[in-house]
Protein backbone atom coordinates (compact mmCIF):
# COMPACT_ATOMS: atom_id res chain seq x y z
CA UNK A 1 0.00 0.00 0.00
CA UNK A 2 2.32 2.37 0.88
CA UNK A 3 4.67 1.58 -2.60
CA UNK A 4 1.31 2.24 -4.22
CA UNK A 5 0.94 5.94 -2.69
CA UNK A 6 4.21 7.12 -3.17
CA UNK A 7 3.82 6.27 -6.59
CA UNK A 8 0.61 8.62 -6.81
CA UNK A 9 2.32 11.25 -4.45
CA UNK A 10 5.08 13.01 -4.98
CA UNK A 11 5.79 16.20 -3.33
CA UNK A 12 7.11 19.14 -5.69
CA UNK A 13 10.54 19.76 -5.08
CA UNK A 14 11.10 23.09 -4.64
CA UNK A 15 13.22 25.13 -7.33
CA UNK A 16 17.04 24.56 -7.19
CA UNK A 17 19.12 28.27 -6.28
CA UNK A 18 20.20 30.16 -3.62
CA UNK A 19 17.86 32.54 -2.09
CA UNK A 20 19.27 35.98 -2.15
CA UNK A 21 18.00 35.93 1.20
CA UNK A 22 20.56 33.13 2.48
CA UNK A 23 23.92 33.49 3.71
CA UNK A 24 26.77 30.88 2.51
CA UNK A 25 30.16 31.01 3.12
CA UNK A 26 32.95 31.70 0.63
CA UNK A 27 34.46 28.21 1.84
CA UNK A 28 31.41 26.17 1.71
CA UNK A 29 31.18 23.59 -1.00
CA UNK A 30 27.15 23.51 -2.58
CA UNK A 31 26.48 20.43 -5.16
CA UNK A 32 24.28 21.01 -8.12
CA UNK A 33 20.76 21.48 -8.49
CA UNK A 34 20.94 22.62 -4.79
CA UNK A 35 17.71 24.48 -3.24
CA UNK A 36 18.61 27.34 -0.40
CA UNK A 37 15.85 28.95 0.25
CA UNK A 38 15.48 32.24 2.59
CA UNK A 39 17.13 32.97 5.80
CA UNK A 40 19.60 30.13 5.54
CA UNK A 41 22.79 29.86 7.28
CA UNK A 42 25.38 28.20 5.86
CA UNK A 43 28.86 27.99 8.12
CA UNK A 44 32.34 28.03 7.10
CA UNK A 45 33.49 24.30 5.14
CA UNK A 46 30.21 23.11 5.05
CA UNK A 47 29.84 20.37 2.53
CA UNK A 48 26.11 20.58 0.79
CA UNK A 49 25.19 17.83 -1.74
CA UNK A 50 23.56 17.46 -4.91
CA UNK A 51 19.82 17.93 -4.87
CA UNK A 52 20.19 18.95 -0.97
CA UNK A 53 16.73 21.21 -0.44
CA UNK A 54 17.46 23.34 2.63
CA UNK A 55 14.06 25.50 3.39
CA UNK A 56 13.83 28.77 5.07
CA UNK A 57 15.44 29.33 8.01
CA UNK A 58 18.06 26.39 8.53
CA UNK A 59 21.30 26.56 10.18
CA UNK A 60 24.00 24.49 8.74
CA UNK A 61 27.30 25.16 10.83
CA UNK A 62 30.72 25.11 10.36
CA UNK A 63 32.40 21.73 8.39
CA UNK A 64 28.87 20.20 8.49
CA UNK A 65 28.55 17.57 5.64
CA UNK A 66 25.12 16.80 4.21
CA UNK A 67 24.51 14.10 1.58
CA UNK A 68 22.87 14.12 -1.49
CA UNK A 69 18.80 13.91 -1.81
CA UNK A 70 18.61 15.21 1.80
CA UNK A 71 15.43 17.66 2.92
CA UNK A 72 15.82 19.82 5.79
CA UNK A 73 12.53 21.50 6.64
CA UNK A 74 11.87 24.87 8.36
CA UNK A 75 14.47 26.08 11.05
CA UNK A 76 16.46 22.88 11.49
CA UNK A 77 19.84 23.28 12.90
CA UNK A 78 22.51 21.22 12.42
CA UNK A 79 25.70 22.18 15.00
CA UNK A 80 29.03 22.22 14.06
CA UNK A 81 30.61 19.36 12.38
CA UNK A 82 27.41 17.16 12.05
CA UNK A 83 27.35 14.61 9.34
CA UNK A 84 24.20 13.98 7.40
CA UNK A 85 24.23 11.06 4.94
CA UNK A 86 22.39 10.36 1.47
CA UNK A 87 18.51 10.84 1.40
CA UNK A 88 17.62 12.06 4.73
CA UNK A 89 14.96 13.66 5.59
CA UNK A 90 14.51 15.88 9.02
CA UNK A 91 11.77 17.98 9.90
CA UNK A 92 10.93 20.83 10.98
CA UNK A 93 12.64 22.11 14.43
CA UNK A 94 15.12 19.36 14.99
CA UNK A 95 18.28 20.37 16.88
CA UNK A 96 21.12 18.22 15.87
CA UNK A 97 24.62 18.04 17.20
CA UNK A 98 23.66 20.41 20.56
CA UNK A 99 25.55 20.07 23.46
CA UNK A 100 25.07 16.56 25.53
CA UNK A 101 23.78 17.12 28.86
CA UNK A 102 27.36 16.33 30.87
CA UNK A 103 27.73 18.03 34.21
CA UNK A 104 30.09 16.74 37.05
CA UNK A 105 29.37 18.29 41.26
CA UNK A 106 32.32 20.24 42.76
CA UNK A 107 31.67 20.46 46.06
CA UNK A 108 28.97 23.16 45.54
CA UNK A 109 29.38 24.21 42.28
CA UNK A 110 28.09 21.65 38.90
CA UNK A 111 31.00 21.91 36.51
CA UNK A 112 30.12 21.43 32.53
CA UNK A 113 32.17 18.44 30.37
CA UNK A 114 32.94 19.87 27.62
CA UNK A 115 31.27 17.85 24.45
CA UNK A 116 33.95 18.07 21.98
CA UNK A 117 32.78 15.04 19.66
CA UNK A 118 29.80 15.02 16.92
CA UNK A 119 26.70 13.37 15.53
CA UNK A 120 26.40 11.32 12.80
CA UNK A 121 23.21 10.29 10.68
CA UNK A 122 23.57 7.44 7.77
CA UNK A 123 21.68 7.36 4.60
CA UNK A 124 17.74 7.41 4.56
CA UNK A 125 17.01 7.89 8.34
CA UNK A 126 13.67 10.43 8.51
CA UNK A 127 13.64 12.55 12.04
CA UNK A 128 10.41 14.22 12.80
CA UNK A 129 10.01 17.30 14.09
CA UNK A 130 11.35 19.21 17.08
CA UNK A 131 13.42 16.46 18.23
CA UNK A 132 16.82 16.84 19.62
CA UNK A 133 20.36 14.72 19.06
CA UNK A 134 22.83 15.59 21.05
CA UNK A 135 26.51 15.53 20.40
CA UNK A 136 28.87 13.03 22.04
CA UNK A 137 31.51 13.95 24.97
CA UNK A 138 34.26 12.64 22.47
CA UNK A 139 33.88 10.71 19.34
CA UNK A 140 30.17 10.25 17.97
CA UNK A 141 26.54 9.66 18.70
CA UNK A 142 25.27 7.39 15.69
CA UNK A 143 21.56 7.36 13.81
CA UNK A 144 21.90 3.93 11.78
CA UNK A 145 20.67 3.81 8.13
CA UNK A 146 17.09 3.55 8.13
CA UNK A 147 15.93 4.65 11.32
CA UNK A 148 12.56 6.44 11.89
CA UNK A 149 12.08 9.17 14.32
CA UNK A 150 8.40 10.54 15.59
CA UNK A 151 8.48 13.90 16.61
CA UNK A 152 9.55 15.30 20.02
CA UNK A 153 12.16 12.73 20.81
CA UNK A 154 15.53 13.28 23.04
CA UNK A 155 18.57 11.14 22.33
CA UNK A 156 21.23 11.73 24.43
CA UNK A 157 25.48 11.80 23.90
CA UNK A 158 27.24 9.43 22.75
CA UNK A 159 24.06 7.07 21.68
CA UNK A 160 24.08 4.17 18.99
CA UNK A 161 21.23 3.21 17.41
CA UNK A 162 21.21 0.18 15.10
CA UNK A 163 19.46 0.28 11.14
CA UNK A 164 15.84 0.45 10.84
CA UNK A 165 14.57 1.37 13.58
CA UNK A 166 11.58 2.79 14.95
CA UNK A 167 11.33 5.23 17.51
CA UNK A 168 7.62 6.74 18.70
CA UNK A 169 7.18 10.24 19.79
CA UNK A 170 8.58 11.63 23.13
CA UNK A 171 11.40 8.88 24.08
CA UNK A 172 13.92 9.56 25.66
CA UNK A 173 17.57 7.96 25.57
CA UNK A 174 20.03 8.72 28.09
CA UNK A 175 23.92 9.21 26.86
CA UNK A 176 26.03 5.96 25.93
CA UNK A 177 23.09 3.66 25.47
CA UNK A 178 23.24 1.42 22.47
CA UNK A 179 19.97 0.32 20.31
CA UNK A 180 20.19 -2.67 18.00
CA UNK A 181 19.35 -3.22 14.63
CA UNK A 182 15.29 -3.09 13.87
CA UNK A 183 13.95 -2.26 17.88
CA UNK A 184 10.79 -0.69 17.95
CA UNK A 185 10.52 1.33 20.61
CA UNK A 186 7.21 2.44 21.60
CA UNK A 187 5.68 6.53 22.37
CA UNK A 188 6.70 7.86 25.77
CA UNK A 189 9.45 5.02 26.91
CA UNK A 190 12.34 6.54 29.20
CA UNK A 191 15.63 4.59 28.65
CA UNK A 192 18.19 5.20 31.59
CA UNK A 193 21.68 5.40 30.52
CA UNK A 194 24.64 3.04 29.41
CA UNK A 195 21.47 0.48 28.72
CA UNK A 196 22.10 -1.91 25.79
CA UNK A 197 19.21 -3.07 23.67
CA UNK A 198 19.27 -5.89 21.54
CA UNK A 199 18.06 -6.43 17.74
CA UNK A 200 14.41 -7.32 17.50
CA UNK A 201 13.35 -5.76 20.66
CA UNK A 202 10.15 -4.39 21.27
CA UNK A 203 9.34 -2.17 23.96
CA UNK A 204 5.57 -1.47 24.83
CA UNK A 205 4.75 2.38 25.33
CA UNK A 206 5.38 4.32 28.56
CA UNK A 207 8.02 1.07 29.46
CA UNK A 208 10.81 2.88 31.74
CA UNK A 209 14.07 0.71 30.72
CA UNK A 210 16.65 1.10 33.84
CA UNK A 211 18.10 -2.82 32.67
CA UNK A 212 20.00 -4.49 29.25
CA UNK A 213 17.42 -6.21 27.49
CA UNK A 214 19.10 -9.33 25.68
CA UNK A 215 17.72 -9.82 21.49
CA UNK A 216 14.28 -10.51 20.73
CA UNK A 217 12.58 -9.78 24.00
CA UNK A 218 9.20 -7.76 24.20
CA UNK A 219 8.85 -5.82 27.09
CA UNK A 220 7.40 -3.23 28.79
CA UNK A 221 6.06 -1.40 32.37
CA UNK A 222 8.18 0.40 35.06
CA UNK A 223 10.16 -1.19 36.24
CA UNK A 224 10.78 -3.22 33.03
CA UNK A 225 9.71 -7.03 32.48
CA UNK A 226 7.77 -8.95 29.93
CA UNK A 227 5.52 -8.02 27.98
CA UNK A 228 2.54 -10.75 28.85
CA UNK A 229 3.64 -10.02 32.57
CA UNK A 230 3.13 -6.64 32.28
CA UNK A 231 -0.41 -6.76 30.66
CA UNK A 232 -1.32 -8.81 33.74
CA UNK A 233 -0.23 -6.84 36.20
CA UNK A 234 -1.57 -3.65 34.57
CA UNK A 235 -5.00 -5.66 34.26
CA UNK A 236 -4.32 -5.96 38.32
CA UNK A 237 -4.05 -2.07 39.06
CA UNK A 238 -8.34 -1.60 38.46
CA UNK A 239 -8.80 -3.98 41.57
CA UNK A 240 -6.53 -2.96 43.65
CA UNK A 241 -9.00 -1.05 46.03
CA UNK A 242 -11.11 -3.97 45.94
CA UNK A 243 -8.02 -6.66 46.55
CA UNK A 244 -7.11 -3.81 49.50
CA UNK A 245 -10.31 -3.88 51.43
CA UNK A 246 -10.66 -8.02 50.82
CA UNK A 247 -7.44 -7.73 52.47
CA UNK A 248 -8.08 -5.48 55.08
CA UNK A 249 -11.22 -8.11 55.72
CA UNK A 250 -9.11 -11.19 56.21
CA UNK A 251 -7.14 -9.30 58.63
CA UNK A 252 -9.28 -8.60 60.56
CA UNK A 253 -10.89 -11.86 60.66
CA UNK A 254 -7.53 -13.42 61.52
CA UNK A 255 -6.89 -11.13 63.97
CA UNK A 256 -10.12 -11.86 65.28
CA UNK A 257 -9.41 -15.88 65.57
CA UNK A 258 -6.40 -15.47 66.83
CA UNK A 259 -7.90 -12.95 70.23
CA UNK A 260 -10.69 -15.84 70.30
CA UNK A 261 -8.38 -18.82 70.11
CA UNK A 262 -6.17 -17.14 73.44
CA UNK A 263 -9.06 -16.83 75.05
CA UNK A 264 -10.10 -19.81 74.96
CA UNK A 265 -6.89 -20.76 76.02
CA UNK A 266 -6.70 -18.96 78.84
Not at 132 to 150: H, L, Y
Request: proline share 7%; hydrophobic share 40%.
Amino acid sequence: MAKIMALFWQPPPPPPGISDGAWVSPSARIGKDVSIGPFVYVGDEAVIGDKVALHPGVYVGPRVKIGPESILYPNVVLYEGTVVGKRVVIHAGSVIGADGFGYVKERQRIVKIPQMGIVEIGDEVEIGANCCIDRATFGRTFIGRGVKMDNLIQIGHNVSIGENTIIVAQVGVSGSCEVGRNVTIAGQVGVADHVKIGDGVQISAKAGISRDIPPGEIVGGIPQMPHRRWLRVASLIFRLPDLKRQLDELVRRVEELSRKSKEDRG
